[in-house]
């Protein structure tokens, strides 16, 4: 069954450094999303991305961040300079049309020191 | 601000019986409603989509959409220790291709 794969599985960075989050949707779909999740909190929405550009952003995420699809199957997510508050589980996930049921990969634990 | 609420619990049921959790939703014209599985440490896993009112029946899980009441909620039928976990409910709202996600309930199926 497809499903959606992230790398690395935990990143742990000192404050102020850049981190790469990876991502591969499936194959087939064609709106991809990352959100986060704090320790013990909700899972918040950060940003939408089709057709190569971004559809939604939230208000988390800011000029510190940002989004990429490099080649026909990856899609990243980049902090530019890492904040304590940054510390959290971010999932990548994908859909294949909009309002469609959205599959989740198993995340990156991202801690900041 | 869109917000979607859940009973936070736990919720506390014996195995075999009947587990049900309950969401309510503020945006009026959310059109997509989600109910997803998240075991501790792990990412959300979808368990039912529903998408218009009435009740939707997968196996051992109903959905059940009341829009007019701006209200979602999920029944667990014959509850099993491995159902244990958190349920989060999400909506998609209106006009937006984004999950806005409830803070969750956590239930506990004792054997």
């Known amino acids: 069954e497809p499903e959606v794969t992230q790398t690395p599985s935990h990143q742990v960075t000192q404050m102020g450094q850049e981190v790469i989050l990876r991502c591969v949707p499936i194959?087939?779909?064609?709106?991809f999303y990352w959100y986060r999740q704090i320790l013990g909190q909700k899972v918040e929405f950060l940003v939408s991305?089709?057709?190569?550009?971004?559809?939604?952003k939230s208000e988390i995420f800011d000029d510190q961040f940002s989004v990429e699809r490099p080649d026909g199957s990856n899609f990243t997510l980049k902090i530019r300079s890492t904040k304590l508050e940054d510390s959290a589980m971010y999932f990548c996930a994908s859909s294949s049309d909009r309002g469609e049921t959205q599959y989740f990969g198993p995340g990156t634990r991202l801690l900041v020191l | 601000q869109k917000e979607v609420e859940q009973n936070s619990g736990p919720l506390s049921v014996p195995e075999g019986a009947i587990a049900s959790l309950n969401c309510t939703y503020s945006?009026?014209?959310?059109?997509?409603f989600f109910w997803y599985r998240q075991y501790s440490g792990k990412s959300p896993e979808l368990i039912m989509s529903i998408y218009s009112n009435g009740d939707k029946e997968d196996g051992r899980f109903t959905a059940q959409l009341n829009k007019a009441s701006q209200y979602v909620s999920l029944l667990i039928r014959d509850s099993q220790p491995s159902d244990s976990a958190t349920y989060l409910c999400?909506?998609?709202?209106?006009?937006?291709?984004?999950?806005?996600f409830g803070a969750g309930t956590r239930l506990a199926v004792h054997p």
């Open positions: 194959s087939n779909h064609l709106y």
């Open positions: 945006d009026r014209v959310s059109q997509s």
């Open positions: 991305f089709y057709n190569n550009e971004i559809s939604e």
């Open positions: 999400a909506v998609s709202p209106g006009g937006y291709n984004k999950l806005i």
